[in-house]
């Protein structure tokens, strides 16, 4: 009997089948809604961090323009460190930027040497040359078993029985055994 399709955890059933495809869109959706949702909180971080920063620079401000109006007197500090934070910024813009260095470093052709040793064209050749000899061997070896295996029904040219066939076997047998005898 085949009970399968009666059984409710037939994995070919259409129910079981839908079901599955339910779970996998469910899931997607699950991973597309994290996925959304982890992207906006980054943003939300590197935006409060700005904004941090701008709050931050502006009390600096304020609290200086305080002070000054307090004192009465002008500070010559804030002007030289304004001074020191354009020297840097200068300092920096003087530097090479990293995008010139990277199509500095593409620029730099390989040696014909190299690119033949990774060209796979090349490997792909040898690889044919080496698969000729292996065949070419075994080839040789199968006609070589061939030569030596006696068949033991021996067939002339047109695929009929001779017995002249029959006689030049026997005379190699015969010749076979005589060298082997005389060399020993």
């Excluded at 996925?35 to 600096?60: G, M, S, W």
């Excluded at 002008?74 to 020191?84: C, D, G, L, M």
């Excluded at 061939?146 to 068949?151: I, L, N």
Aim: glycine share 2%; net charge positive.
């Amino acid at each position: 009997m085949n009970l399968l399709p009666h059984k409710s955890w037939n994995i070919w059933s259409t129910k079981n089948i839908a079901r599955i495809e339910r779970d996998e869109q469910a899931f997607e959706k699950e991973q597309r809604e994290a996925q959304r949702q982890e992207i906006q909180r980054q943003r939300d971080e590197r935006l409060e961090k700005l904004r941090n920063k701008v709050h931050a620079r502006q009390e600096e401000r304020k609290q200086g323009d305080e002070q000054r109006c307090l004192s009465g007197e002008k500070n010559e500090e804030p002007a030289r460190s304004v001074n020191t934070t354009i020297k840097t910024s200068l300092k920096e813009s003087l530097k090479v930027p990293w995008y010139s260095v990277l199509d500095k470093v593409e620029e730099t052709k390989p040696q014909p040497s190299e690119t033949r040793e990774e060209d796979p064209i090349v490997k792909i050749r040898e690889w044919e040359k080496q698969q000729k000899v292996i065949h070419k061997e075994r080839k040789r070896k199968r006609e070589e078993k061939k030569k030596q295996a006696p068949s033991f029904i021996r067939l002339d040219e047109n695929g009929k029985w001779n017995p002249q066939v029959w006689e030049q076997l026997r005379t190699q047998q015969r010749q076979q055994r005589r060298s082997c005898k005389e060399g020993k």
